[in-house]
């Protein structure tokens, strides 16, 4: 009990800050606001590590931490129920990490109206909490749009060339997709029968009596969509490179790190296992379209001279992984999709947050104008490169893990095995576009703008806060990467007990196929 | 061997490395390398194989690009990772069909299993395989990235390109040819062959004194590769084993020259060094001699078992790799007669003075093992099971002393022509090359190694990169301006028009009416 509470406050910590940043606090950089923010920041973060090592693997229902408050809308049969299992904790830790590191880089930043930045910015870090931690699926929807709404509001007022227009357009995407998804929850409760709106409601219910397969197709159709819009599926991907473009930092760190997955989580967690039928209609659209996303876009990216047009880009790219993950149906393939989603996250939020902090030094995201990096800051340079790694998928961070398991699933059956031939193609393209990043930027003779940044406003090097935001984010990547049995046994768990007790066919390799990561322990 | 000369070599970098600003990098790098070697080497199944694989790329593109402030150094250090990402996507995707097929990568229970169910082996996941080792042993087409990267520190140079990396390929073969097929060995045997030839013409066209050391490389591991493609990987480590050592030896030799020269690497700028650096001198010729297969040498004992085996296994092969001997020992002769003979031919030659011990001892220490690691062929209990074997296997054919003599004769012709010939030319010292002046379309050609960077440029810039540049053009305007904002823009289109019909006058709404009317009269009469 003790512990549900503490999965409660992780998402009324921030918002509590929130409102008391928007409508209290009137100065962020005196000592007592930037106290209340960090703390208001590290809570989560501790608590969900708590949480973590409190987890229990086999819980009665699939979930731990259950907590269950009454809402009015009982006759409806929603309830503020909250809880985790295997999938949503990653994810959950996920929001809290990048939340952290968000926050606090926020904090000591110099943007104008600080206090509302920060207000908001907390109020979305509370949503995506929230987000993860719902087992019921009216306050999963709730949650998700009390942190979209916020992301608007900072694209418009704090975001950069032609905000108000990419605004505007990122909304009214964003809106479809979600609603489209609403659609796809409400009729999934309407036809299933269920006693309350909630996932394990639903399991039981979907359980008893599975829904037609007409209905299942359609409705899958509506998640497929719905979801994949705020995934950037490709094609409907075209608002997230603006949008991340125009984005400020913490906007574009908390969005494309964290709220995105939902998308993802959605299908990983209610699409697949509940509509079993509906996945093998669609299932090659999963693959044909994640293709799209990973080759078309993938080149795409190449021809990026921005560097956060780049990066936005990228992480339509990468998504793509994740999206032939899901489509070969099996606990592997949906394992893999899982920790891509949280290494993806942490890596791209990584690489918003450096982007920014090398904009500062060049005051352009023109790759072709940048240079030299090196020698006036070779920590951030460090980081930069290593982040870029990491995002292009090389052993020791979380990211080659994901996609390693993602190929070995695609590799399991010979009917999907020809995606393999192509995806796999997708770590050279990353690998040019990444690396010629790191070399336009960081290699060659420091250019003007960089040196005089330095010799005018003193921007040498990181400072202290830039290192710990960026250090939090790596540190996880490489935590994951050289030990991915953090988040996988429990994920792998939850991933069998959903999976196998619907009607999704399985094979006996897949229980080998786990064991390819504890081949890695032996080192 | 790893470590030998790994030691040896980060001893010597004390010296190289002593007044650059990143040592701690440099010797970062260093160590982050070995540590990836040495996984791959302990490494036990084929999945902690390609992590460290993949680290030692990462680690080598972090040592190619040490001086960051080069241009040359960026564009090599990727080229260096993205060529090895190329065979590493090969070598992955046959990874994970190698795990479907066998249900494991355990190399030990690999070998198991193909042993009992040789129908499981096919040669498509075997081509898959070798796309790693064509990458990281830069073999033909993607050899590319191995001259370009002597953009880094020599020590570099010699730890990576020399004895440790690029053999790795070479160890990786070994440790899987037993699920490798007949044809897959057969390939890998010629293009080995075509390698060793092919980069020994591009040596002479060379004159910067770490490119032609690189190009010998690729050619001895041309070498290993033919005579691994004939069934024969013990012959193969045994010939990675002393290749290491003695080209470790030469590049950390090169080094010590170019430190000597300030930092000068073309060779016609050097000249009479043997007099100014004698203790260099004389380990880089003992290295010589032992890349040459002068008899007494180690690389006299592996280069014999290879001609040995490959004249029991292929006649074609082992006269392209005899004559791949001579011209080993010509253009090593080009590099040793001007380097280190004649007179200095510029002002850094001149004032040019031997280094210090830190960087000599490593260098005595390597020409020892360069000279007598191969006496081990007469003693072989010190090495490892396969090569005794293979060298048993040898020794135990019916017609093995004729054999013998024969390559005996011609591997010592190889060396001695190439040699006198190489002195016949460059004999005197010189600033610039005769045979370039004599042949100046031949040299062009060699020296663009086939124009096959050029080709890759092409494509890239040709193809790829227009292609590319069309998608995002596709993507902005196409897909997200006309698609996406095409729905905005018709739905702004309605509301204009609806707008339009509620002006405000009743009479206007009346006329509205009735046009509405008649057209469900009209619908009513079955007029539509």
Known sequence: MMYSHLLFSTIWIPFICGLVFLVLVKDVKTLGARLLGLSGASLPFIFAWILYFNYDSNPANGYNFELILPTGLESLGVYLHLGLNGISLPLFILSATVGLSAVAYALFSNAERLNLYVGLLFIMFSGLMGTFASVDLFFFYFFHEFALIPTFIMIMIWGGVARHAIALEMTIYLTLGALLSLMGLIALYQQSGAEAFNMIALKTALLEQPISDVLQDNIFALFLFGFGILVSLFPFHTWAPKGYGAAPTGAAMLHAGVLKKFGLYGLLQIAIPFLPSGSETWGIWLLLLGLGNILVIGLVTLAQKDLKQMIGYSSVMHMGYA???????????????????????????????????????????????????????????????????????????????????????????????????????????????????????VFGAAKESVVNAKASSGIGDMNQIEKFSATVLLGSLLLIGVYPKVFSDYSNKTLQNL????????????????????????? | MVSIVALCIVTFSIGYMEDDAAKGRFFAGVAFFMFSMTGIILADNLIMIFLFWELVGFSSYLLIGHYFQKD????????????N????????????????????????????????????????????????????SAQFPLHVWLPDAMAGPTPVSALIHAATMVAAGIYLLIRIDFILTTEVLTFIAYSGTFVALFAGFCAFAQDDIKRILAYSTLSQLGYMAAILGMGFSG????????????????????????????????????????????????????????????????????????????????????????????????YMGRLVWIVFFGKANSEAASSAHEVKPVMTVPLIILSGFAVFVGLNAYWPFGLGASIVSDLDHLHHLSN???????????????????????LLFYGRGSSDDHLQLKFPKVFAFLKGRLWIDEIYESYVNTIQKPFAEFLSFADEVILRGIIVRGGAGLVGILGIGFRLLQVGKLNNYFLWFFVGLLLFWLYGIDLF
């Open chain 1, 323 to 441: 999206f032939i993950g899901l489509g070969t149906f099996s606990i592997l393939g949906a394992g893999g999709a899982l920790l891509l989603l949280v290494a993806h996250g942490l890596s791209v939020a990584l690489l918003f947050l450096l982007s920014t902090c090398i904009y500062k030094r060049f005051s352009t995201f023109n790759m072709n104008e940048m240079g030299g990096l090196g020698q006036i800051a070779p920590n951030l340079s460090v980081f930069f490169a290593l982040a870029i790694l990491a995002s292009i998928g090389l052993p020791g961070f979380a990211n080659f893990w994901g996609e390693f398991v993602i190929f070995a699933a695609l590799a399991e059956s010979e009917s999907t095995r020809w995606v393999l031939y192509l995806a796999a193609l997708g770590i050279i393209i990353s690998a040019v576009y990444g690396l010629r990043a790191v070399g336009n930027i």
């Open chain 1, 499 to 523: 999976y196998s007790d619907t009607s999704i066919s399985l094979n006996d390799g897949n229980v080998d196929g786990l064991n390819l990561e504890e081949q890695k322990e032996h080192e």
């Open chain 2, 72 to 83: 040359e150094a960026k564009s090599a250090s990727q080229k260096a990772f993205i060529v």
């Open chain 2, 85 to 136: 990402r190329v065979g590493d996507f090969g070598f992955l995707i046959g990874i994970i069909l190698t795990y479907w097929q066998f249900g494991t990568t355990d190399l030990a229970l690999l070998s198991v299993k193909a042993g009992l169910e040789p129908t499981l082996i096919s040669s498509f996941v075997g081509f898959l395989l070798i796309c790693g080792f064509i990458g990281k």
């Open chain 2, 235 to 330: 012959i193969a480590l045994f010939h990675l084993i002393t290749h290491a050592f003695f080209k470790a030896l030469l590049f950390l030799g090169a080094g010590a020259v170019i430190h000597a020269c300030h930092h000068e690497q073309s060779i016609f700028k050097m000249g009479g060094l043997i007099k100014k650096m004698p203790i260099t001198a004389i380990t880089f010729i003992i290295g010589t001699l032992a890349l040459c297969g002068v008899y007494g040498f180690s690389g006299f004992y592996s280069k014999d078992a290879i001609l040995i085996a490959a004249n029991d296994h292929n006649m074609t092969l082992f006269y392209c790799l005899v004559f791949g001997a001579l011209m080993t020992a010509g």
């Open chain 2, 400 to 422: 093995y002393k004729e054999i013998h003599k024969w390559v005996l004769i011609l591997g010592s012709l190889a060396w001695v022509i190439g040699l006198s010939l190489s």
